[in-house]
């Protein structure tokens, strides 16, 4: 059995307690993590705060504050194999994916690694003769980030990259679900050569270790990916201390499919945007809604297509579809397809849990035009499409608005000015047309209502890391002024 440690303050240690990690494609034991209790994350969070304010990182320069962050990428690329094999044995995801992606990841250091030290605050015009004012961008302070068990090295990079371009000092907390990849990231941290307390990376469960470090005091800003009811208790827990959030949460993404679309190109988008990740993606287009008169030609086309797709082990290269990262995730799954079905929704393919060891489950599609399906209104977060179709452009935008999310949308179209009305109609933050599931270190990512607010990628991201501190100069030798006259 494998044995991973946490990583505070420059040191690797077994935490307050142990819990064990299950391999989701056998369902058995096969890691044991570290369990990170209310004190740990105090030191955690301490270690942080000292690493601010004190020591080697708060003296270095931008630009040598990029030069780790490239050997951090570089560390991330030569070893993205092995973090790819931890990742999709403690995860599911299959190794096709996770390879591709943590090759990605390391982009994503690179981009903040050369944003580092163009992080600038500006001299003003100021409306006085005899005053010199100019603002600094400083850290916002430090940082906890959390995130959920898909595509953990990812989501943590899209906060880590950023957050350390901009000065500031982190605690990741990887999700109790397939925290190997970021416990073994926090070696590469370590072999970088990034001053100690910087980054800390601790696992543990939500109740005990996340609602302790959002809760302390020495958190200046929670950036968290996960679940809406999750996202706003961590809210309630950052009121206490008025620390800032950014919150990238759920989606039920709208995949909307014209007539006039090309359906083969748009038939494997839609495989890519609901059963890649076996739809465990917060991007998942888990809505089709596709024209009437093209309906059955285009459901025929994904039936076909979802039929072939290879299910199997995770750690095989030609696996499409692997398990479930948890036993709770699949049974969820089960219980709102159930439901979809007892309210009417025709099942067009899959629609039950595999047989055998592992918690596995077939791309499925639910027709459920003329119901009300629940699984048209949850979120799932796995390999389930729920399908309905319209007859009008209007018809369209109203189904694809009709959701409290609004975090992704596909449009299929080779009509142009259609297109760009649909992108103004469509209350999403991403709008992809005739592609899906793009996405880079330089484009700005997040959502609308339900899923969320913030972005991340993109300059933005590294700015929402700071804060911005004004500085006002009297260059006049003449004695202050009237005190009493505001000037
Ligand atoms: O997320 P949680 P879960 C959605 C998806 C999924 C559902 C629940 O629908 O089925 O959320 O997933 C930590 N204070 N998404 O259970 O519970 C927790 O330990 C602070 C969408 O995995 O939100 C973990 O590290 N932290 C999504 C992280 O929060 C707490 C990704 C996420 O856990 C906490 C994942 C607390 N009180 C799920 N309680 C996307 N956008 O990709 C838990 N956590």
């Given amino acids: 059995m494998q044995r991973f440690q946490q990583y505070i303050d420059g ?17 058995a034991v096969w890691a044991s993590m570290p369990e990170a209790r209310e004190a740990d994350v105090d030191r955690a969070v301490k270690a942080a705060e000292q690493a601010l304010w004190n020591g080697a990182w708060p003296a270095m320069t931008a630009t040598a504050r990029g030069k780790l962050l490239y050997r951090l990428a570089d560390l991330v690329q030569a070893n993205a194999p092995r973090l790819a094999e931890l990742e999709t044995r403690d995860t599911g995801k299959i190794i096709r994916e996770t390879s591709a992606q943590i090759a990605y990841v390391a982009d994503y250091y690179r981009y903040y690694a050369g944003l580092a030290d163009k992080i600038e605050g500006s001299t003003l015009s100021i409306d006085k003769a005899d005053m010199d004012v100019w603002t600094r961008r400083e850290p916002v302070g430090v940082v906890a980030a959390i995130v959920p068990w898909n595509s953990q090295l ?5 906060k880590i990259g950023p957050a350390l371009a901009a000065g500031c000092t982190l605690v990741v907390k990887a999700s109790e679900d397939g925290p190997a990849p970021l416990l073994e990231f926090a070696r590469l941290v370590h072999e970088a050569g990034f001053p ?27 950036a968290f990916t996960g679940g809406p009811a999750t996202a706003s208790q961590v809210v309630r827990n950052s009121a206490e201390n008025l620390a800032s959030t950014s919150l990238e949460l759920g989606g039920k993404s709208p995949f909307i499919v014209f007539a006039d679309a090309d359906l083969e190109s748009a038939a494997n988008a839609q495989v890519a945007g609901i059963f890649a990740a076996t739809g465990q993606s917060c991007v998942a287009g888990s809505r089709l809604i596709v024209e009437h008169s093209v309906k059955d030609a285009f459901l025929a086309l994904l039936k076909q297509k979802a039929e072939a797709i290879r299910i199997g082990t995770p750690l095989d290269m030609a696996t499409e579809v692997g398990p479930l990262c948890t036993a709770r995730q699949r049974a969820h799954i089960e219980t709102v397809v159930a439901a979809s079905v007892e309210a009417g929704a025709k099942v067009v393919t899959g629609g039950s849990a595999v047989e055998g060891d592992g918690f596995y489950y077939p791309p499925t599609i639910l027709d459920c035009d003329g119901v009300q399906s629940p699984s048209f209104e949850q979120e799932l977060f796995g390999p389930v499409l729920s399908v309905v179709s319209f007859t009008s452009e209007d018809q369209a935008v109203a189904l694809a608005n009709d959701t409290r999310y609004g975090l992704a949308s596909g449009v299929f179209t080779q009509n142009l000015t259609r297109a760009h009305r ?4 469509i209350r999403a933050g991403i709008v992809w047309i005739n592609t899906y ?15 969320g607010h913030g972005r991340e990628g993109g300059m933005a991201a590294a700015l929402d890391f700071t804060r911005t501190k004004t500085v006002w100069l009297r260059t006049s030798d003449e004695p202050f002024p009237d005190p009493f006259v505001m000037r």
């Fill in 422 to 425: 649909m992108v103004k109609r």
């Fill in 437 to 451: 599931r793009a996405v880079s270190p330089i484009a700005p990512f997040g959502g609308y209502g339900q899923s």
């Fill in 154 to 158: 990812f989501l943590a990079a899209v």
């Fill in 11 to 27: 040191v690797f240690d077994d935490g307050s307690a142990r819990f064990d990690s299950l391999d989701p494609a056998t369902g």
């Fill in 196 to 222: 100690k307390g910087v980054l800390n990376v601790i696992t543990g469960f939500g109740p005990s270790c996340g609602s302790a470090l959002t809760r302390h005091p020495g958190v200046a800003h929670i």
